[in-house]
């Protein structure tokens, strides 16, 4: 997604500017921009990387600036849809996250009153508008502009006659402003900002703040002074670096014994958690709402609230929940989002509200926009994820939805005592039975050699591994870019077994449950049908070994909980078959870490 | 003047701490609830070196994933890769060109004394080696001397010469790389034959004796005798639950999100971790030490031992003098009694005055199990109840 970023202060603004730009690199971009102001304004920018922006920049001296990573929506990556975009003069640069949904009414009213445009974006119209308001004072410029506006935007624009200022506005994009000392910085998210401070202040829809050197004065779109909490921030910068990994997915891969410990630790004894009162009502259904990966969770935590609860739960893909148009839905909605930044799954967040339902999100950022949106809030707790595919943030969502279950279940008296135990037992063992699985790196590497020339690949599974069967497809195609998909065994031979070859490796996920035996029989279907399976089951499992032309153990945890040493195998598996691959792994093409557009 | 950068050895396997290394790297194994590795870099910071060229190889994701990139503890650490470990002078060669003309040189496998860094940083003279007093020499490279001046050091010699060892802790410039490689040409990868070759081609190396601590680990009954003193040094915080009727008494730090249940005695100077679900009714006297998420179940009394992360100990257990590895899991009963006991590693024999069991990780054992003192149980074995235990058990074997 777009990444914003501006500072104002003492020091020269072009390094400060570029370096943040890099730390938003995770958010997925095509090309990039910058507009220093000294005097006068200057605005460099280019298609590609950083990389390529930097080649072009010569001296920018300057103590203010603003700049831009985008994610192409409207207009092709190029030079001209970079921002920052400027007015007609010259005098005044802005940078833009979201959509503008009527520009083009807004574009031909602009153009008929003789403003040049110079680029197939929305964006544009922006700068324009703002232009055309102009009359000496910029705040009034955009406060005026933003009436006419529909959509969904963060922005930040400056001006050369009034350069002790950057004017920022949010409506539905994040942005995120950072206070120093003598010094001030705006950013579309906290990993920007965290090499200069960790005070932050999270601006909310509709606040406009005036941000100069030594202080920020926030009020909403009508011009009255609002008040808003300055946050500190516990990472660390330096948590964004890769530490001696190739990559980030890498490092995070191998930080999920540690993260899944954060997760669970003071959460554990007795099993009860507190989420707002909401772990003692007496729902009589959930729904979870989630994008990606974060929906695949939600499809585990279906199979996990079910068996811990007793209650029915359905799943559904943010993007999608609009439209179900129930106007009375399910009394609990659980919406799962990382970030806590994904616009699907806001919008989702405001639309449960509206129906009246209870919502609860699970985040891993604190303080996010999600986190405002809804009646209560539970942390996962993994630390900042910068690798486009998520990995210790599923496993420690999972963990958090079985903490839910288990305290859910406790207050409605359907989790017995000797499970309890058991579960305790289960999620304590988990920070060793993760690392065991790590270890067994070596097999996974051949394991991922064996099938790094694939084409296609299914990953087959039943009960709660069918969902780990479409996350381990997701991560296979997201970073190997190899075409996969994950299916419920039992569907094979509804379809998609017309389409199995010696060609296409089949992944199933045979954990002894009791779907295991049914797993075994696919598994000799598929192998009929000549297609290579690579099983993946518990430790000591010798009949997988022979129904199977390869196989990767698991340590053999409880079937409820199985999930997570398998999609970890899964995570090495898609690593290290798009490194075999030669793929860029931590910004997959055409992906962005953090989705804020619909 | 750029800032001086220290280069940390830290890519050896610590065979000698079987089974505790199986699975991580000696310098990964904690002591007092840090690691090894922990403390020298700590070291380093209090000195404000703050660049630190780490090499690295057994098993270095464990190092790599718990340091980063060396923000959290104040410095700047950079990964280089020792694919074999050949010897101390081929890792530190790794680290050639990215050390600055003068540098320090540590190993990270031992305790290194913030005083001892300080020492050497204030003699200003490179060349110069850190040397102490020894009471077993032959383990170590012992250096003679005339006045402050190095005339020889041995490796681990064979007949008794002196009991002044080198540290492993060095200030070097950056010449040295030249007497590296000229050493590996000739096949020697270890940093004495570099010292040696120093010396024969005339340059002056000279000795620092230091009086500060210097502790190396070199068998396992070592991490205790280490730990008893690095907590003797105290410290009192208690985050977590104490339940009521808990009594604490002397140094005893709880970590955040522990439980200590009703009954349950300790007697400092103690350290738990995070995470933890203690008692009720467990007793654990001096000078013991928990990790993270770690269960002791009712009745069961600990003492003078090390207990790793997501260790889980069952009921009416007894455990001295013993070292548990990460994830280890013992259930009811398991009696592991100190005494003194003779323990035989490498075809030599060591009388240790107090030893209870030697257990490394992801160790299964069932209930009623009994273990004879100074048994060392490998990884990843499962143990079935009902079971003495009176001869070491490799990694990876099941007692049925």
């Not at chain 1, 933003?146 to 506005?169: M, R, W």
């Not at chain 1, 490092?251 to 989420?275: D, W």
């Not at chain 1, 997701?474 to 190899?482: C, G, H, N, R, V």
């Not at chain 2, 310098?27 to 403390?39: D, S």
Request: aromatic residues 6%; contains cysteine.
């Amino acid at each position: 997604m777009c990444g914003i970023v501006g500072y104002i202060g003492e020091k020269e603004a072009l390094p400060i500017l570029i370096e943040s730009l890099k730390r938003l690199e995770y958010r997925g971009y095509d090309s990039a921009g910058v507009s220093v102001i000294d005097k006068e304004l200057m605005n460099t920018k280019a298609a590609g990387r950083i990389i390529e922006l930097e080649k072009r920049l010569t001296k920018m001296p300057g103590r203010l600036g603003i700049a831009h990573t985008r994610w192409a929506t409207h207009g092709k990556p190029s030079d001209d849809n970079a921002h920052p975009f400027l007015d007609c003069k010259k005098e005044m640069a802005l940078v833009h996250n979201g959509i503008i949904e009527n520009y083009h009414a807004l574009r031909e009213k602009l153009e008929s009153e003789g403003h040049k445009f110079t680029s197939e974006t929305d964006t544009e119209t922006l700068v324009h508008l703002i232009e055309s308001n102009y009359r000496g004072d910029l705040k009034a410029a955009v406060i005026e502009s933003l009436k006419q506006v529909k959509g969904s935007f963060a922005l930040a624009v400056v001006h050369v006659n009034e350069p002790d200022k950057i004017v920022v506005a949010r409506d539905e994009s994040p942005l995120v402003v950072g206070l120093g000392q003598g010094e001030n910085f705006v950013a579309s998210d906290v990993p920007a900002l965290l090499k200069h401070t960790r005070r932050v202040i999270y601006l909310q829809n509709k606040d406009l703040a005036v941000v100069t050197r030594t202080g920020i004065e926030v009020e909403n779109f009508s011009g009255e002074p609002v008040q808003r909490e300055i946050s500190t921030v516990n990472w660390s910068a330096e948590d964004t670096e890769k530490g001696g990994y190739p990559h980030f997915m890498l490092k995070e891969i191998y930080e999920q014994p540690k993260a899944i410990m954060e997760s669970f630790i003071g959460r554990i004894p007795g099993l009860e958690l507190e989420i707002g009162g909401m772990e003692k009502e007496d729902f009589d259904s959930i729904k979870i709402v989630a994008c990606g990966t974060s929906f695949h969770a939600g499809l585990v935590g279906k199979y996990a609230l079910e068996q811990l609860t007793g209650l029915p739960v359905t799943v559904e893909a943010a993007s999608e929940y609009r439209y179900s148009g129930h106007a009375r839905d399910t009394p609990l909605i659980i919406l799962i989002s990382q970030s806590g930044e994904s616009a699907d799954t806001l919008q989702a967040a405001r639309e449960a509200r509206k129906r009246g339902s209870r919502t609860l999100a699970i985040s891993n950022v604190v303080g996010s926009s999600i986190t405002r949106e809804v009646d209560a809030v539970l942390y996962t707790r993994a630390g900042p994820e910068i690798g486009v595919a998520a990995t210790k943030t599923f496993t420690t969502q999972l963990i958090v939805l079985y903490l839910l279950g288990a305290a859910m279940g406790q207050a409605r008296g359907t989790m017995l005592p000797h499970q309890k135990a058991e579960l305790i037992d289960g999620l304590r063992r988990l920070p060793r039975d993760v690392q065991t699985v790590l270890d067994n790196r070596g097999a996974i590497k051949l394991a991922a050699e064996w099938m790094s020339s694939a084409r296609d690949a299914y990953f087959i599974g039943r009960n709660i591994n069918y969902p780990t069967a479409l996350e381990g497809a997701l991560k296979m195609k997201e970073i190997s870019y190899i075409h996969a998909e994950g299916l419920p065994a039992g569907e094979l031979k509804h379809g998609p077994n017309a389409l199995l070859s010696k060609e296409t490796p089949v992944i199933a996920i045979a954990v002894r449950d009791h779907t295991y035996d049914k797993m075994i029989s696919n598994m000799g279907e598929v192998s009929a049908r000549s297609a290579p399976v690579l099983a993946i089951g518990y430790e000591n499992d010798r009949e997988l070994r022979k129904s199977s032309d390869l196989s990767l153990y698991v340590p053999a945890v409880q079937p409820l909980l199985s999930p997570i040493p398998v999609i970890i195998t899964l995570q090495l598996l898609a690593y290290h078959v798009a490194a075999a691959r030669g793929c860029e792994i931590d910004k997959p093409r055409n992906l962005a870490k953090s989705v804020t557009v619909e | 003047m750029a800032q001086l950068k220290a280069v940390v050895l830290a890519a050896g396997e610590g065979i000698r701490l079987r089974p505790l290394t199986l699975y991580k790297p000696k310098v990964m194994i904690k002591v007092a609830n840090r690691p090894i590795l922990e403390y020298v870099v700590r070291a380093l910071a209090q000195n404000k070196i703050k660049d630190i060229v780490m090499v690295v190889g057994y098993r270095r994701e464990r190092i790599m994933t718990y340091f980063e990139d060396g923000q959290k503890f104040g410095v700047n650490i950079e990964y280089e890769v020792q694919d074999k470990q050949l010897g101390t002078a081929h890792a530190l060669s790794l680290a050639e060109g990215k050390t600055g003309e003068r540098f320090l040189v540590m190993p990270g496998d031992n305790i290194a004394d913030a005083a001892m860094i300080r020492m050497l940083l204030a003699s200003d003279t490179p060349n110069s080696i850190a040397v102490t007093e020894s009471a077993q020499p032959s383990k170590y490279g012992v250096v003679l001397l005339k006045g402050k001046k190095v005339t020889k050091i041995v490796e681990k010699p064979e007949s008794p010469m002196g009991n002044l060892i080198s540290t492993g802790l060095f200030f070097l410039s950056d010449k040295v790389f030249e007497h590296v490689r000229r050493c590996a040409i000739a096949g020697h990868h270890d940093i004495t034959a570099v010292f040696q070759d120093m010396m024969a081609s005339g340059e002056e190396l000279s000795a620092l004796k230091t009086v500060a601590k210097w502790s190396d680990v070199v068998y396992p009954w070592d991490l205790l005798d280490l730990n008893a003193r690095v907590l003797s040094e105290g410290g009192e915080s208690t985050a977590g639950t104490i339940e009521k009727g808990v009594h604490l008494k002397g140094s005893v730090q709880v970590g955040e999100g522990s439980v200590i249940r009703s009954g349950t005695y300790i007697e400092g100077p103690v350290r738990i971790g995070r995470g933890c679900d203690i008692g009720p009714n467990v007793c654990i006297f001096p000078s013991t030490c928990i990790g993270d998420n770690v269960t002791i179940q009712s009745s069961t009394e600990i003492r003078e031992s090390l207990l790793m992360n997501d260790v889980s100990i069952g009921p009416g257990c007894l455990l001295s003098h013993s070292v548990i590895g990460d994830g280890t899991r013992v259930g009811a009963h398991f009696v592991a009694g100190a005494d003194k006991a003779q323990v035989i590693l490498e075809r030599e024999l060591h009388e240790v005055p107090s030893l209870g069991v030697i257990m490394g990780e992801d160790t299964t054992i069932g209930s009623n199990v009994t273990v004879d003192p100074g048994i060392f149980i490998g990884s990843s074995c499962k143990i079935a109840s009902l079971k003495n235990i009176h001869r070491n058990i490799p990694d990876n074997s099941s007692v049925v």
